[in-house]
């Protein structure tokens, strides 16, 4: 049993902010994007991307429309160091696209790093330095001034190697690494030096970049730490305010979303939330959190299974089929009320109205998913999702009353043997049990003649095996052939009758009609029993739904009936 926290743990801080402003705002465009992928992506890998996978998600970042991307820690090693050189010498970077490296603020480090970059048309340099409290004391031993100075020297040394490259626009990116730990209005004099060591100005701005290198607080606490720093910054329109929210509460989205609501300009962040320990926050989820608002994020995911794949390949990392969005199963609906829900809001949904499908955040057609996966049925499903599936893809469409008599049969199905049903499976559990119920009576062929005003059928039948020619006339097709049947003592009546015309698709065939017949015996024994058929020609097709709701009545009340329970 876990221990008492309140005796190891504390709750973090407040911030002093009584007047916040950002929780009346809304995101009204999206922030400068910095994929991290390369870098703090590629290092938390088990098996770190070699030179050919680390270029390939280098061009999907740049296909999806990434304007800055953070490549490599080139002083790491010489691998990270070859990759950096290579973009530039085999001028792989687009010309709207900037990289951007990281490196500690150690003078031999920034050297290096400089280093790599030589001959880039534009670069960020991305220094930092961590500036908590049990970083100052445990681990580097350093004072608050020595932590300030180790940060305005690094700063310098890059703004001096800098002017040594001046055909390079050079840009400047400071984070104090572990900001969420650290003291407000320390954070606030570390920043401040820094942009005037830099001499920030608006056509000259610094980034910085306030990470929850730990994420140690709830959301609302870091936007507030957020809004404070950017209410007080110097220089505040010379300092373009970023976020780099690590996930070890499981909240960076949240925190993201909070914190640029209070203020900040950019995001840093992975694909799907790669990264050290929990992961870096989710730019997927977060570009298209902004997109189901009505918000263009500029990111292309139109074809998100494109995406996937690539970032599995390159990674080694399985994306989890319940990621937001993206996740194999994130668009499929097990249950049987979800399903029902869903199917009759596709029935309603109309091209100019804004989405409103229950169940479904986002048109999964935007992101390059179509709908074949969305309703799957298993023994946790219902009428709705076995009808739409029946629908979609053989464009069967059942009657209610038949969805939820149709059900009971998929449902002993899927319960005596596990797992999911295929919309095949469906399709063949459907004909079974309604398009090839053959016994007693099979169909063979027929011929309609005109009596004055009565519509008369010749019907060529085999019953018990025997063939039988039967003549009858009726007000229609239909009730011609119900009276043929009661010339044979065969008496039922309709109940209800419903013809549709069917998609050439999946197989069905070339089918292009299907009739449903509800059907009684005329004594009313063993209630009332849908039939169904499929035909080219809608007649015909209506006669083998009626000799199917037949057949279907003889298998009920003969003993042991194999569908009893339908």
């Not at 298209?288 to 995406?307: E, K």
């Not at 319940?322 to 309603?348: C, E, N």
């Not at 002993?412 to 090839?436: P, R």
Request: with cysteine; glycine share 8%; hydrophobic share 40%.
């Amino acid at each position: 049993m876990l221990q008492n926290p309140a005796s190891k743990y504390h709750a973090f801080p407040p911030v002093d902010l009584a007047d916040r402003q950002w929780p009346s705002r809304s995101m009204s465009q999206p922030p400068i994007w910095m994929s991290t992928d390369l870098r703090d992506g590629n290092q938390s890998l088990f098996e770190p991307m070699n030179l050919e996978r680390k270029m390939r998600l280098f061009r999907l970042l740049c296909e999806i429309g990434f304007k800055e991307i953070e490549v490599a820690f080139p002083s790491a090693s010489q691998t990270e160091f070859d990759f950096v050189r290579g973009l530039i010498e085999g001028q792989q970077i687009p010309a709207e696209v900037t990289i951007e490296v990281l490196t500690q603020a150690r003078e031999h480090l920034i050297r290096r790093t400089m280093e790599s970059l030589r001959g880039a048309r534009r670069a960020i340099v991305h220094v930092y330095n961590a500036t908590s409290r049990p970083f100052r004391d445990f681990v580097f031993d350093m004072s608050r001034a020595e932590v300030v100075d180790m940060a305005v020297a690094a700063v310098k040394l890059v703004k001096q190697l800098a002017a040594e490259q001046p055909a390079t626009e050079w840009v400047l990116e400071y984070s104090p690494e572990t900001f969420t730990a650290t003291e407000l209005d320390f954070a606030l004099e570390v920043c401040n030096a820094v942009t005037a060591a830099w001499g920030a100005t608006p056509d000259d701005k610094v980034i910085l970049n306030l990470p929850t290198t730990v994420e140690l607080a709830t959301p609302n606490v870091y936007a507030d730490q957020i809004e404070w720093m950017h209410r007080h910054l110097e220089r505040r329109d010379s300092v373009i305010l970023s976020l780099h929210p690590h996930n070890d509460r499981g909240t960076a989205v949240a925190a993201a979303e909070l914190a640029l609501m209070a203020g900040a300009d950019r995001v840093e962040g992975c694909l799907f939330g790669n990264g050290e320990r929990t992961g870096n926050v989710d730019l997927v989820t977060l570009a298209l959190n902004l997109y189901t608002q009505g918000i263009a994020p500029g990111l292309d995911f139109s074809d998100i299974n494109a995406v996937a794949r690539t970032f599995e390949h390159c990674t080694r990392l399985p994306i989890h089929p319940r990621h937001p969005y993206v996740g194999d199963l994130v668009f499929t609906a097990f249950s049987g009320s979800h399903q029902d829900a869903i199917k009759k809001g596709f029935a309603v949904k109309q091209d100019d109205v804004a989405w409103n499908v229950p169940y479904l955040p986002i048109d999964p057609a935007d992101v390059g998913r179509n709908y074949d996966s969305v309703i799957r049925v298993n023994s946790q499903s219902g009428k709705g999702g076995i009808a739409y599936l029946l629908e979609a893809e053989y464009g069967v469409v059942m009657p209610r009353r038949l969805q939820v008599e149709f059900s009971n049969v998929v449902q002993q199905h899927t319960e005596a043997h596990g797992g999911e049903v295929s919309a095949a499976e469906i399709w063949q559990l459907f004909a079974t049990a309604y398009l090839d119920t053959c016994e007693p009576i099979r169909y063979r062929e027929h011929r309609l003649f005109e009596n004055g005003q009565a519509q008369g059928i010749r019907l060529a039948v085999d019953i018990e095996g025997a063939p039988r020619l039967l003549t009858g006339e009726g007000n229609g097709p239909v009730d011609a052939a119900v009276h043929a049947l009661h010339n044979a003592g065969i008496d039922v009546q309709v109940r209800s009758f419903e013809e549709r015309s069917m998609s050439a698709s999946g197989e069905g065939g070339n089918a292009s009609a299907c009739a449903f017949m509800e059907i009684i015996r005329a004594d009313g024994a063993g209630g009332e029993f849908y039939g169904a058929g499929v035909d080219a020609n809608i007649v015909t097709a209506s006669i083998k739904a009626l000799l199917s709701g037949i057949n279907r009545i003889a298998l009920r009340l003969q003993p042991g009936g194999q569908q009893e329970a339908a």
